[in-house]
T-cell receptor, first 114, second 117 residues
Framework: AQSVAQPEDQVNVAEGNPLTVKCTYS??????LFWYVQYPNRGLQFLLK??????LVKGSYGFEAEFNKSQTSFHLKKPSALVSDSALYFC????????????FGTGTQLKVEL | DGGITQSPKYLFRKEGQNVTLSCEQN?????MYWYRQDPGQGLRLIYY???????QKGDIAEGYSVSREKKESFPLTVTSAQKNPTAFYLC????????????????FGPGTRLTVL
């Protein structure tokens, strides 16, 4: 069975500094990996995905993520954080050929302070 | 304006009552999903459907039921058998390829917050 770990419940960063939100995964075979963001009392918004190809994936709002197969990681990054980036971030995985079932991590609360 | 709508936004249920949460999409997506979100637990899959008149149980289907009579609609009923139904419920949809595999992202509705009184 696949699983996703987001080891940090909360990440605090100053505005203008780089941010990293960590994600590691476990699947049989090759993974499809996703990042979503959720603002309070709202649904999830898609940020980016890794399917195949370049290990560095660029997504919405200046976010990017790096796929590392040897470390089974897919960390979310942004070079310069904004206060408006403060939200709950979810990593998700589905294995190749695994149909449509996504497995989500428990989420990481990002707080960007002035 | 394409997207997924969920109604109501807030729902209150008395113990012993069944309630139905609505989910409608106009994205022409074949697959639809229901998730439950609890603080600190992420999203857990309740039911999903890849085609009209067919659906499969997810990880926490007990106490829930669904139907998929139309492509656009995937209502979720929370029955009295669900012992702890207070949660935030999210509906999503996605494209499905003919092979049954989809690596396309899921699109989410705004959610329904259910509270048991």
């Amino acid at each position: 069975a696949q699983s996703v770990a987001q080891p940090e419940d909360q990440v605090n960063v100053a505005e203008g500094n780089p941010l990293t939100v960590k994600c590691t995964y476990s699947v049989s075979g090759n993974p499809y990996l996703f990042w979503y963001v959720q603002y309070p009392n709202r649904g999830l918004q898609f940020l980016l995905k890794y399917i195949t190809g370049d290990n560095l994936v660029k997504g919405s709002y200046g976010f990017e993520a790096e796929f590392n197969k040897s470390q089974t990681s897919f960390h979310l990054k942004k070079p310069s954080a904004l206060v408006s980036d403060s939200a709950l971030y979810f990593c998700a995985v589905t294995p190749t050929g695994g149909g449509n079932k996504l497995t989500f991590g428990t989420g990481t609360q990002l707080k960007v302070e002035l | 304006d394409g997207g997924i709508t969920q109604s109501p936004k807030y729902l209150f249920r008395k113990e012993g009552q069944n309630v139905t949460l609505s989910c409608e999409q106009n994205l022409n997506h074949d697959a639809m999903y229901w998730y439950r979100q609890d603080p600190g637990q992420g999203l857990r899959l309740i039911y999903y459907s890849q085609i009209v008149n067919d659906f499969q149980k997810g990880d926490i289907a007990e106490g829930y039921s669904v139907s998929r009579e139309k492509k656009e609609s995937f209502p979720l009923t929370v029955t009295s058998a669900q012992k702890n139904p207070t949660a935030f419920y999210l509906c999503a949809s996605s494209i499905v390829f003919s092979s049954g595999t989809s690596y396309n992202e899921q699109f989410f509705g705004p959610g329904t917050r259910l509270t048991v009184l």
